[in-house]
């Protein structure tokens, strides 16, 4: 199994900048893509950005290209999403997700960590 461990949300105003990570154990992630997607009550989850963990090829939502920015550190099986000037649209639980070719559909990823709250204030 593949566990996952977000951190790094909070609360930022407009324009600001937060920086989540998200931790992997267990098996190799050699084959996978990792990917953060976000969630808001009431509205389905929505890809954001993917990373091929070997390759480093990178997949981004249309909301996301110029202000976010995903990375991997490959020792620490670590991914990180780098989000800057932030909008008040972007408030969500991010969540972390892994599998086995995968690409946008949430339904696709086969682990999931615990998500993470980002507030953006107005």
């Known amino acids: 199994q593949v566990q996952l461990v977000e951190s790094g949300g909070g609360l930022v105003q407009t324009g600001g900048s937060l920086t989540l990570s998200c931790k992997a154990s267990?098996?190799?992630?050699?084959?996978?893509?990792m990917a953060w997607f976000r969630q808001t009550p009431g509205k389905e989850r929505e890809f954001v950005v993917l990373i091929r963990w070997h390759t480093g090829v990178t997949d981004y939502a249309d909301s996301a290209k110029g202000r976010f920015t995903i990375s991997r550190d490959l020792a620490e099986k670590t991914v990180y999403l780098q989000m800057n000037s932030l909008k008040p649209e972007d408030t969500a639980i991010y969540f972390c997700?892994?599998?086995?070719?995968?690409?946008?559909?949430?339904?696709?990823?086969?682990?999931w960590g615990q998500g993470t709250q980002v507030t953006v204030s107005s």
């Open positions: 997700a892994a599998g086995r070719g995968s690409y946008r559909a949430a339904r696709d990823y086969e682990h």
């Open positions: 267990g098996r190799t992630l050699g084959g996978y893509a």
